[in-house]
């Protein structure tokens, strides 16, 4: 098992990945809300002038963590890049995944 950590900024691109994991069979991810480095430094008075250097830093960031078997990861990477574009251009989000050890409490889960 693997955790695929996804984030992105817009919202609508969030609805989309949500339905694409489905159709992937991949099902219980968990979406967060919050807001970037760049976005909080940028309200800080004395730190504005840095909010150049945070692409995308005015808008709320979406955190969407899914757990799954690990055969699954290399294609909702490819879907989370057709949603969202190339993870390597400016703004588009950023995914990564981390080992699962252990999971309780999701249907069909792996030790």
């Given at each position: 098992?693997?955790?695929?950590?996804?984030?992105?900024?817009?919202?609508?691109?969030?609805?989309?990945?949500?339905?694409?994991?489905?159709e992937a069979d991949v099902t219980?991810?968990?979406?967060l809300e919050g807001?970037?480095?760049?976005?909080?430094?940028?309200?800080?008075?004395?730190?504005?002038g840095l909010k150049g250097l945070f692409?995308?830093?005015?808008?709320?960031?979406?955190v969407v963590i899914t757990a799954m078997p690990s055969d699954k990861i290399?294609?909702?990477?490819?879907l989370v890049e057709k949603i969202c574009g190339p993870m390597d251009?400016?703004?588009?989000?950023?995914?990564f995944t981390l080992p699962v050890g252990q999971i309780r409490g999701m249907k069909d889960a792996l030790d």
């Open positions: 098992m693997e955790l695929l950590v996804t984030i992105i900024k817009d919202y609508r691109k969030v609805e989309s990945l949500l339905l694409g994991f489905v219980g991810a968990t979406v807001q970037g480095m760049g976005q909080l430094l940028g309200d800080v008075p004395i730190m504005a692409p995308g830093s005015a808008h709320e960031s979406y290399t294609e909702c990477v490819a251009m400016p703004s588009a989000g950023i995914v």
